[in-house]
């Protein structure tokens, strides 16, 4: 049970360049999300999902899309890359049973240096 | 919007001795409560989750209570060993697709 993957681990971008980080769960989650962590911010929302067909928009949307074409996987594009994309990047998921969600569980993350 | 803050942001303690650490949140309309650890460069890892409708929650020397109605969660951590020193972070889900993170507080046990 391999829980939330993400590749890569680690990228270098041009600014300008576009890159898709990629990440993808086996558990059926029906929850998924991207988080940026930034030192001094903590970790904010980019684009979540509830399901396979949608998605929306968190906190800090701008230059990033996603899909999500199957419960599986959740990839982010960053669509021209920028400095001020230079973050580490987290993907999550989690599930609801009954009146309960039962917490995330968070990959082991993507450190993108945009130069 | 949801508002979470850690008390204290750093904390130096010798091994052996208890550590307490504080979260509170301004909105007391919340699904759950998770702790998480980070190591440095690392991912997040769970801790404890803490559903709305509960005190607290136990895991090994680890204990989590549950405030809704003042705001507040605090973690405790039984007689610290060196190997828990990492940044704890508490998160709020105010639903099923967004956590609200705190800043944070980094652990630093003294062999």
């Known amino acids: ?115 | 919007k949801q508002e979470v803050t850690q008390i204290p942001a750093a904390l130096s303690v010798p091994e052996g001795e208890n550590l307490v650490l504080n979260c509170s949140f301004t909105d007391s309309a919340i699904y759950n409560l998770q702790w998480f650890r980070q190591d440095p460069g690392k991912g997040l890892t769970s801790l404890l989750l803490i559903q709305s409708s509960q005190r607290e929650q136990t895991s090994g020397r680890l204990n989590a209570s549950l405030d809704k109605s003042s705001g507040r969660s605090t973690l405790y951590i039984a007689a610290s060993q060196p190997g828990d020193s990492a940044t704890y972070l508490c998160a709020v889900a105010s639903n099923d697709y967004k956590l609200s993170f705190g800043a944070g507080t980094t652990v630093t046990v003294r062999a």
């Not at chain 1, 067909?53 to 899909?67: C, L």
């Open chain 1, 1 to 115: 049970n391999a829980g939330v993957t993400q590749t890569p681990k680690f990228q270098v971008l041009k600014t300008g360049q576009s890159m898709t980080l990629q990440c993808a769960q086996d558990m059926n989650h029906e929850y998924m999300s991207w988080y940026r962590q930034d030192p001094g911010m903590g970790l904010r929302l980019i684009h979540y999902s509830v399901g396979a067909g949608i998605t929306d928009q968190g906190e800090v949307p701008n230059g990033y899309n996603v899909s999500r074409s199957t419960t599986e996987d959740f990839p982010l594009r960053l669509l021209s890359a920028a400095p001020s994309q230079t973050s580490v990047y987290f993907c999550a998921s989690s599930y609801r049973a009954g009146p309960f969600n039962y917490g995330y569980t968070f990959g082991s993350g993507t450190r993108l240096t945009v130069v």
